[in-house]
């Protein structure tokens, strides 16, 4: 029988590693300091009446000519500056490790407004099933020209429904779009955990819990009150320490929603058991969905 699946879903900035990606080595690379460039990104988005992803990307590629090459190759080398809180590079093999002890199988995304060049070229790069990121599009010598994504804290939310249908395939919103049955879903909501740090994050966490999902608000030490605020206002379902060393809270948190949610599958397929059994001894067609009490994951489509 296979596992249910848990996907933990995390922002990055702030979420994983304590500073914006780009402070860690474009910023110096070009001579700026982190408060000037998001300063000048925040005029420039006033001006311009600019998406805010779409201008810091704009200004990466400007403000980069004659000072630093921006190939997609360095771009991935960016990510090998970046710093990450406490026990996060030992995080994903521990909680895979605990997932399977609890009979779950563990996947692990990212959503963030972050680069995907520099999120893959980090330490922890390869430990994601996908990536869903801004990006740029590169010409035939491999230099930036074009945005091909930018996430912002709005569109974060549909890849939410990417990784419960497993469409991962940005380009394909025709089936994302289409209708699918609750069963044929890979992940359902309520097997997910979106871990995120701010109001960016607010969207995804809100969603995940109005599905049956979790979601964990991050906080760096003695900067409780944001994530406490989301906690109390009902946005997030939990607020602790970005500390993700052995037998932290998070790391507590994450066990015992696993072991929740292996219940949760359990009950479920007794249930569907049970209903199926029935319809036999009736005689009637036995239905392929069945949906357990309270009608979970019904919805239709991306919406």
């Given at each position: ?37 998001w300063?000048l ?7 311009h ?7 810091y ?50 996947e ?13 070229g ?64 890979r ?117």
């Amino acid at each position: 029988m296979k596992l249910p699946i848990v996907a933990l879903i995390y922002d990055f900035d702030k979420t994983l590693s304590p500073r914006d990606q780009e402070e860690y080595s474009f910023m110096p690379g070009i001579g700026v300091e982190p408060a000037d460039f998001w300063g000048l990104c925040g005029e420039f988005a006033r001006q311009h009446q600019m998406d805010g992803i779409l201008t810091y990307m704009y200004l990466m590629q400007k403000m980069a000519k004659g000072r630093l090459e921006l190939t997609r190759e360095a771009m991935q080398k960016l990510g090998e500056a970046v710093e990450f809180f406490p026990g996060v590079e030992s995080w994903f093999e521990r909680v895979n490790r605990i997932g399977r002890e609890n009979g779950v199988a563990v996947e692990h995304y990212i959503i963030s407004s972050g680069l995907t060049e520099i999120i893959r070229g980090s330490a922890i790069g390869h430990e994601f099933k996908a990536i869903f990121a801004a990006s740029f599009c590169y010409d035939e010598s491999d230099h930036p020209v074009w945005p091909s994504s930018a996430v912002n804290y709005t569109s974060k939310t549909q890849y939410l429904f990417r990784i419960n249908k497993g469409i991962l395939d940005v380009t394909n919103d025709k089936d994302l779009n289409a209708f699918t049955p609750a069963y044929k879903r890979r992940i359902p909501f309520s097997n997910m955990i979106y871990v995120g740090d701010g109001l960016t994050d607010v969207p995804c966490m809100k969603m995940t819990k109005q599905k049956g999902g979790y979601s964990i608000a991050v906080h760096p030490p003695g900067q409780t009150e944001l994530a406490d605020d989301m906690l109390l206002q009902g946005r997030a379902d939990f607020s602790v320490e970005a500390d993700y060393t052995e037998d932290s809270e998070i790391e507590q948190v994450v066990t015992l929603l696993m072991r929740r949610i292996k219940a949760s599958h359990e009950l479920t397929l007794r249930h569907a058991e049970q209903v199926q059994r029935a319809h036999a001894r009736r005689g009637n067609d036995v239905p392929l969905d069945i949906p357990m009490r309270g009608g979970l994951e019904d919805e239709d489509s991306i919406e």
